[in-house]
């Protein structure tokens, strides 16, 4: 009973570890530890006592310490004592460890059979199990496998294949097959089980290797040049929406995108503001917008902002994004995937509790509409912009709808003021350049108080850096670069429709060679002949 204590606790600690060091943390990141998860929920598979349960505690301290940033925000913006806002954390934390349980179950039931088949199913089943949680219960698909990879571009070109979450999958089969003692026995069965996935590493190592190489300049991509300028503000949370402080921080962003404007031998096609960089209602019946109007007409450019909408009777508040230029209102977007206690409460758990959380603003509703900004550029014509509102960004299927909605480039505003010094505006933006990866697109991003950055369709950040070099975070800054309008499609465009039903297929087609078996321990015996 010791020895399954002991052999418990290790693998308990390994898998945290992969989680929490394997994503964006204060500590160090290790991107490649993020593949351990899968081999150790594998090992508990095949020991098969409990797999759900175990499946499911086995990474619980890891994935709610990666989730820390959830009971800063709590504490300091909800009003809870860290008494209550330290379980947010644990309680989030067990809702995304659920679906490690539900792949550990599943892999129990799979364990008769051989390795490459083992590597298959552990591939699929972990698909399924990030693509379904990015939308039961409203999604939350943080903390991917493919994400932990997010440092470093020249590893992340599998996206445009396969998406993140397939790529997820892929590095899932791969561990597990790693992992698998019957492969570390040298001999011809061993190379037989392994000459398939080596085979399929070697062809997404080439893809990628070909693609980075080929793209590294920019110079193969036809498009037209997008000068644009990214504000950061830095408005401090508790007292952005003070009825004092709005023509200040209206005030800010005007001298900022002034300096800007200053420094470059011409000016940009695009001034890109915060998510509700603007706080009052637009266009609303206060001076301040027609002030912004004035100030877009005066710069010459297109300036597109967050702030405040409604759906025109006054009655629904949405979070939304708008677009003036000298010609004045030319454009908004309503964000349409919200965050559940951030900018909405279930109606079932509307409690006085949470009312802090939404910092007097009330209750939104999504908007309608593909999201698409047409901005007019200096050298003539327009480019198709697709806004991606703060949380919107972590989602593959909505970059791919303003793709093919005629989207050339991709907007991502945001306010992560809300978690302060912690994790999550980096593991936000490692999550949101993965849509320039799969979609081909170039990502401008601009926040509140960091991480402002572009991503190119390679996955590289230019971030908004201060004096030392290190992203700036809680300063106000603002970041000047060119991007291009994009047309063209990656595979994992016209893949994306089918791939849960490929997946679902390629599953279905192993589920028959169970019929007859036996579930048995994986680490026992011999191979049987597929």
């Keep these: 009973m010791r020895k399954d204590l002991a052999e418990a606790v290790m693998l308990s600690f390994a898998a945290s570890a992969a989680v929490f060091l394997g994503t964006a943390n204060p500590v160090v990141h290790v991107p490649f530890l993020i593949m351990l998860l899968p081999a150790v929920l594998h090992r508990i598979a095949v020991k098969g006592d409990a797999p ?22 709590a504490e300091h913006y909800g009003g809870m004592p ?45 698909y399924f199990s990030e693509w379904t949680r990015s939308w039961v219960m409203t999604g939350f698909p943080w903390l991917t496998l493919s994400s932990g990879l997010a440092a470093w571009p020249a590893l992340l070109q599998p996206l445009s294949l396969l998406g993140e979450f397939g790529y997820s999958g892929i590095l899932a089969g791969t561990a597990v097959l790693a992992a698998d003692p019957r492969m570390h026995a040298f001999s011809s069965r061993t190379l037989r089980h392994a000459a398939v996935p080596a085979a399929l590493v070697l062809v997404l190592g080439a893809w990628s290797a070909w693609r980075f190489a080929w793209m590294a300049d920019s110079a193969p991509l036809e498009g037209r040049p997008v000068d644009v300028v990214l504000c950061q503000g830095n408005i401090r949370q508790d007292v952005k929406w003070t009825p004092a402080y709005k023509a200040d921080t209206l005030r800010k962003y005007e001298l900022l995108t002034l300096s800007a404007l200053g420094e470059g031998p011409e000016k940009p096609d695009l001034i890109l503001w915060p998510e509700t960089a603007m706080p009052f209602i637009y266009p609303g019946t206060s001076p301040f917008p027609q002030e912004l109007r004035r100030f877009a007409a005066g710069s010459e450019c297109t300036v597109v902002f967050g702030s405040l909408g409604s759906d025109g009777s006054g009655r629904l508040l949405r979070n939304s994004a708008f677009a003036v230029s000298a010609e004045g209102d030319i454009g908004r977007s309503d964000k349409r995937h919200l965050v559940p206690f951030g900018e909405y409460l279930p109606p079932v758990l509307d409690w006085e509790v949470f009312a802090g959380l939404l910092q007097g603003l009330g209750g939104f509703s999504p908007g309608e509409g593909d999201g698409i900004l047409r901005l007019p550029l200096r050298r003539g014509g327009e480019a198709a912009a697709g806004m991606l509102i703060c949380y919107e960004a972590v989602f593959p299927e909505i970059a791919r709808e303003q793709a093919a909605s005629g989207a050339e480039l991709l907007l991502n505003i945001s306010n992560d003021a809300w978690y302060d010094r912690t994790s999550a505006p980096m593991q936000h933006l ?32 230019e971030i908004l850096r201060g004096g030392a070099g290190a992203p700036m975070l809680f300063e106000s800054g603002m970041l000047r670069g060119r991007v291009l309008a994009l047309r063209s499609h990656t595979p994992y465009f016209y893949l994306h429709p089918w791939l849960p039903l490929l997946a679902a297929a390629a599953l279905a087609a192993l589920l028959p060679a169970l019929r007859g078996r036996r579930p048995r321990s994986a680490a026992a015996g011999h191979f049987r002949n597929d």
């Design 82 to 126: 860290w008494m209550l806002a330290v379980p947010c954390s644990i309680a989030l934390g067990a809702c995304v460890c659920l679906w490690n349980g539900a792949w550990t179950w599943a892999m129990a039931r799979l364990r008769g059979l051989p390795p490459l088949k083992t590597a298959a199913a552990a591939a699929l089943l972990w």
């Design 430 to 461: 490692q999550l949101s350049l993965m849509r320039a990866v799969e979609q081909g697109r170039f990502l401008c991003r601009a926040t509140n108080t960091g991480m402002t950055a572009v991503a190119d369709p390679l996955g590289r950040l």
């Design 52 to 73: 759900f349960c175990s499946g499911a505690a086995a990474a619980l301290p890891g994935t709610a310490a990666a989730l820390y940033w959830i009971a800063v925000a």
